[in-house]
């Protein structure tokens, strides 16, 4: 989705991944395979950046050993070769699952709102928030964490109607991201601006510029039409984790 949405004649964007970049290659274009977990790989790759966008990472719940060195031994290495290679920047993917225990009552979960994950993958999005604050105040790196919601290509049930980040909404925050002005440390969410929303803040997001112009809404005759109007005891609205906070969701073990 970034890689398009990003793309601008005065960027190159230099694409990592543990797998070859799907091709072709296209001005403005540089590909790196590699791994996140690879000190001196992620180094080399920061070489002259202005900025990284860190989105590496398993992207749900996984046994321990692998959430560990993935998600946060993963995330660790971006900050330290982004600090090694003189970046000044990075915009960390984090996910509404670092606070997916959160209940309704508490909506809309504030800017910067103490963790409360709902899965080792959700725990190691809040490693990676606090690895962030120490690589700010200690190295006086700018870093965004982004506590995503439901990015996805259209909402696919009616609970996305007001979870959903649209794919060009996403383009718009990352890039207001990576060209606000000194941001320092911000925690903050990413999510469409859904007639259905309300669930977290985009006080922070609005403030880095952030202008979503997309409307989960537009889908809702479709969805409702299919699946109905949601319950008010369906278990996946008890929390703003949905499914992840689901005992049936225990990681599985190695």
Known sequence: MLRTRLAAPHRVLRLLDVTPVAEPIG????AVTASVTDMAALTAACAGADAVVH???????APWEQILDVNINGTYTVFEAARRAGVRRVVFASSNHAVGFTPPSKFPVADFAF????TYYGASKAAGEALAALY????????????ILSCIEKPIHPRMLATWLSPDDCGRLFDACLT??????????????????????????????YAPADNAEDYAAELIAKY?????????????GGDFTSPTLDAPLE
């Open 27 to 30: 001005p403005g274009e540089e």
């Open 55 to 61: 989105l590496g990472g398993i992207p749900g719940e």
């Open 115 to 118: 963790p409360a994950p709902d």
């Open 136 to 147: 700010v105040n200690r190295y006086g790196l700018d870093i965004v964490c982004i506590r």
């Open 180 to 209: 606000a002005e000194s941001p320092g440390l911000q925690v903050i969410y990413g999510v469409s601006a859904n007639s259905r929303g309300g669930w977290v803040s985009l006080a922070g997001a609005r403030a880095l510029g």
């Open 228 to 240: 109905g109007e949601p319950e008010p005891d369906d278990v996946t609205f008890k929390y703003l």
